[in-house]
Nanobody, 124 residues
Framework: QVQLVDSGGGSVQAGGSLRLSCAASGRTFSTYTVGWFRQAPGKEREFVAFISGSGGSRAYANSVLGRFIISMDNTKNTVYLLMNSLKPEDTAVYYC?????????????????WGQGTHVTVSS
């Protein structure tokens, strides 16, 4: 069993940056794929980015490519999402999730464990 705690959300102006953190307890991320997803008010949850346990595989949604960077610190068992050049359309609740089978997938249905979510609000 893995417990995920995501944090780092807040309110920023357009063009600003935030760094989200996803800390795991219960076991290490070394063999898991960790993803970030987001859900805006009135919209369905969507994929943002994932990173494999080895860090060798990463992927991003087209909407965040070039602006967001996902990284992993295995010594802290934490995954980060650095969000730069934020836009109002990035406003959402952001969730980290872990796939215990280590698949590289952008489908939320493949992820077994989820954080509680952290709110990001970007004002214009």
């Amino acid at each position: 069993q893995v417990q995920l705690v995501d944090s780092g959300g807040g309110s920023v102006q357009a063009g600003g940056s935030l760094r989200l953190s996803c800390a795991a307890s219960g076991r290490t991320f070394s063999t898991y794929t960790v993803g970030w997803f987001r859900q805006a008010p009135g919209k369905e949850r969507e994929f943002v980015a994932f990173i494999s346990g080895s860090g060798g595989s990463r992927a991003y949604a087209n909407s965040v490519l070039g602006r967001f960077i996902i990284s992993m610190d295995n010594t802290k068992n934490t995954v980060y999402l650095l969000m730069n050049s934020l836009k109002p359309e990035d406003t959402a609740v952001y969730y980290c999730a872990a796939d215990r089978f280590g698949r590289t997938s952008n489908s939320g249905s493949n992820y077994d464990y989820w954080g509680q979510g952290t709110h990001v609000t970007v004002s214009s």
